[in-house]
């Protein structure tokens, strides 16, 4: 896509509405990329706002508007590796610590700072399919938890490099040119990558799943989950998992089941914790990262109302669930709070990122 030339010179000399134009058909890729490099929804808005005043700051330097995707992802990825230098990685749960024992309580959570975020569809942005028929990974694809957690693992460059060219379809020399690199070090951070990937992402991917199972059998999985969490049916819940599902809940590090914990873990944690009958829950469909996922509310009496207490992504195999990645977004004020979440208030901050930004409600009535 080449821009107008007369709106690029109109935003080279100062209006600030042919700025806007200019950037829109790429603010949605780029805003992935940058979620892609970081992991962090509240990281890629900073990354984001840095990127985009250094686009306005150095328009007239940008030779060839025909060169602008390329030029504006130049920018973009190197301030995501300013961001990466100031700040750890982001995990998921289940690579912090050990799956923990579900008959004691849950612990502390770890600062939301440690943990990668969900990131809402419909801020996507991003075709179907692959960037160029070089590109080992769909675009989609690429924004699957389990792709976002294993970059993390990857030096920064290493980051890049393999997002650059099996993602976006950058050839090697325009990636070189992004990262001030040369041809042969790109190869070599490349293969790096992959090797480092392969470990970490499983071999078929969640938009591989949903593709075969189509719509009405993900309309069912959504529904037989959200009837028998709020049924409280804790079997039947557990005949929907696989033998090594785990299910997390960050900002809490505790974690349950895996290949070492098992179902009999999951069903004790699911006894003992969301499913005692102590807490009446609904349930919404929703997605994230390209993935199924369902909005939970609890009854909170000093409302009289649902009010919203996680995301629950959902990682398919086959049509089993292996993993359930509750963002929870309940604020407690006391170490003690944790193993009784569903009392306390929601942090305000979290209800916005997790589930306004899905437009999904705030308070449910019945």
Not at 6 to 35: Q, T
Not at 272 to 284: A, D, I, K, Q, Y
Not at 299 to 306: D, H, L, S, T
């Amino acid at each position: 896509m080449v821009p107008d030339q007369a709106l690029l010179d109109a935003a080279r000399r100062g209006d600030e509405a042919a700025f806007e134009r200019v950037l829109a058909p790429y603010r949605g890729e780029l805003h992935a990329h940058c979620y892609r490099m970081l992991g962090s929804l509240h990281d890629t808005e900073d990354a984001m706002q840095e990127a985009l005043l250094r686009v306005w700051r150095n328009l007239d330097s940008l030779a060839d508007s025909a060169a602008l995707r390329a030029w504006l992802y130049r920018i973009a990825t190197n301030a995501c590796l300013d961001l990466i230098a100031r700040r750890k990685k982001r995990l998921l749960p289940v690579e912090y610590a050990p799956a923990a024992d579900p008959t004691q309580p849950p612990g502390e959570p770890v600062a939301e700072s440690a943990w990668i975020e969900p990131y809402p569809d419909e801020a996507l942005g991003v075709e179907d399919g692959r960037a160029a028929p070089d590109a080992d990974y769909e675009r989609r694809e690429a924004l699957e938890l389990a792709f976002v957690a294993a970059m993390q693992h990857l030096p920064a460059r290493q980051r890049a490099v393999l997002i650059l060219r099996e993602v976006l379809g950058f050839s090697a020399q325009e990636v070189g040119e992004t990262l001030e690199a040369s041809v042969p070090s790109v190869n070599s951070a490349l293969q790096r990558a992959r090797r480092t990937i392969a470990e970490k992402v499983p071999e078929r991917s969640q938009q591989l799943t949903l593709r075969e199972l189509g719509d009405r059998r993900l309309r069912e999985i959504v529904d037989d989950y959200m009837e028998a969490m709020r049924g409280g049916d804790v079997n039947r819940v557990v005949s929907m998992l696989t033998e090594d599902m785990a299910w997390s809940m960050p900002p809490l590090a505790s974690w349950y089941g895996g290949p070492a914990g098992g179902l009999a873990q999951i069903e004790l944690f699911l006894r003992n914790g969301p499913l005692s009958g102590e807490w009446v829950w609904r349930h919404r469909p929703s997605s994230a990262n390209g993935q199924l996922a369902v909005a939970t509310y609890t009854w909170f009496e000093p409302e009289r109302a649902f009010i919203p207490f996680s995301l629950d992504v959902i990682t398919l195999d086959g049509d089993r669930i292996k993993d359930v990645t509750a963002f929870v977004v309940r604020a407690a004020d006391a170490a003690d709070g944790y193993g009784r979440w569903p009392e306390y208030p929601t942090s305000p901050e979290l209800v916005h990122s997790v589930f306004e930004r899905r437009r999904l409600p705030t308070r449910l009535e019945d």
